[in-house]
């Protein structure tokens, strides 16, 4: 009986360890970050990881805070989230839900004895951003996979096109890597913190460009109609609304997965400026050249660079506060809306009319493109 009783003992003990092993076996396994890339849906996620400073961490370092309670009830969920997959109940993209806590990055980065050493000339004084209670991932949410949720590159995407070569063009966006000013300029606005470049630059922050005696007058319109992104990159947070420069994200996305091959569309100086308060609020402001007798003065002007005066005297003026409301019509009045405007042109039109230079003498040739597909000055 005590035979049968130890025999018993023995095979139930055995079995017991051999669930415990199977038990640590599959926690260990499952831990790894080769499980989660075994997913097709989380090959963006993999990939650009692998190319990334924390390429040598398991998912699990950063995506499970620290404590083995934490990693059991971590396990539990896992094993919802694998069912979802065996029976395709799950959702696209998959996103992180649950923010990254300050804990399981000081596991690492011990910031009471690391030397912080921010790039080029700026002031990151990470003890001010802990007290005011600003967390780790609010700065550096893109530093393992490049923020590819925010860019949608997980929704609009053939996963079979992701491997090395893709994961490695994206993360060698340092645009995508480093903090956003977007990130530091809305954190400081909510906060009623300093928004001057000098709360967080060490150098003067104006381009060589912007010293030139011409700048002012005309010079600046000039090189904004070249490359009006190069502008926006600063004044964008100069201004009290938001400009939409292009209809598209710019980077790694628009190079190599967007179905538009990287093209986007770029509004013009003119428009930018209208729409950007901190240029409207110059503008506004009356020029040298409008002096005294200017209504007597400026058709001369006008006849040199009429897209210049377009710039504030917009026939077609945008939103509720235009630069200016004197516009063409103020003095010229438009006769369009009394009769058809096809009668009213100076000169007699064929059936099918095309655009002259007369049109020009008023609308900026934008504003005749809304109506006809081609012109000709």
Known sequence: MFKTKKKFLLIVLFILVGLAALFWGTFQKTSE??????????????????????????????????????KVKYKLITVEELFATLTGNYGIAITSTTPIPDATCTQCHDMNTRKVTPSGDLIIPHSSHTQAGVSCTECHTGVAHGNIAEKRATFVTDYGKWDESTGKNFMSDVSSIRPNMDVCINCHKVRNEPLNCSACHTT????????????????????????????????????????????????????????????????????????????????QKRPPSHIENFNQTHGGLAEQNKDRCFTCHDNNPRGDSPVTKVTCATCHPSIHNKIPWQRSHPVPLPEKPQVTEFCYNCHSENTCGKCHSSSKK
């Open 33 to 70: 970050t080769s499980y989660c890339s075994s997913c097709h849906l989380m090959k963006p996620e993999f990939y650009t990881l692998q190319a990334s400073s924390h390429s040598q961490l398991e998912c699990v370092a950063c995506h499970v805070e620290p404590g083995i309670l934490t």
């Open 204 to 283: 003067s922050m104006t381009p060589s460009s912007h010293k030139a005696e011409t700048f002012i007058n005309g010079g600046h319109g000039e090189l904004a109609s070249k490359d009006i992104k190069s502008c926006d990159s600063c004044h964008s947070y100069m201004s009290k609304e938001p400009v939409a420069v292009s209809k598209e994200n710019d980077g790694a996305f628009q190079q190599f997965l967007a179905k538009d091959n990287g093209k986007s569309s770029i509004i013009s100086a003119s428009d930018y400026a209208k729409a950007n308060t901190f240029c409207k609020d110059c503008h």
